[in-house]
């Protein structure tokens, strides 16, 4: 815990400083949601296929979606979950630049279900 998966427009790699993101997601997640460092784990998933938007052709690429989702243990209220939320887009602007498309950015953070177990090996 926490688990974070982004998901995004694989036409945008270039222009996303993934590996700032989620050192940045992470000391924000340590700071808002007490979470420990060593427990901070993203993993990126490009779409390879394409993005579509609304009657657009997707082969143009003139948008890109980016959709992180944050997984918590229950515990944390409303506020420090919205407050996490609110990080994590400012911290999208900050790390995808501008380029050849829009770019539409959400998050969500949530709580794990209780079935969530984890090992290390």
């Known amino acids: ?8 427009s694989d036409h ?3 222009a996303f400083d993934r590996l700032g993101f989620a050192r940045a997601l992470h000391e924000a997640t340590v700071e808002i949601a007490a979470a420990k460092p060593e427990a901070c784990k993203t ?4 779409n390879g296929a394409y993005t579509a938007f609304g009657y657009e052709d997707p082969a143009e690429h003139a948008h890109a979606v980016v959709h992180v989702t944050v997984g918590l243990l229950a515990g944390r209220g409303a506020e420090t979950k919205a407050q996490l ?3 994590v887009l400012e911290l999208l602007r900050r790390h995808v630049a501008e380029g050849n498309f829009t770019l539409h950015a959400s998050a969500e953070v949530r709580d794990l279900d209780p079935s969530y177990r984890k090992f290390d090996r």
Do not use: H, K, N, S
Not at 43 to 46: A, D, S
């Open 43 to 46: 993993l990126f998933r490009p």
């Open 1 to 8: 815990m926490p688990q974070i998966t982004v998901d995004y």
């Open 12 to 14: 945008m790699e270039t």
């Open 85 to 87: 939320t609110e990080a």
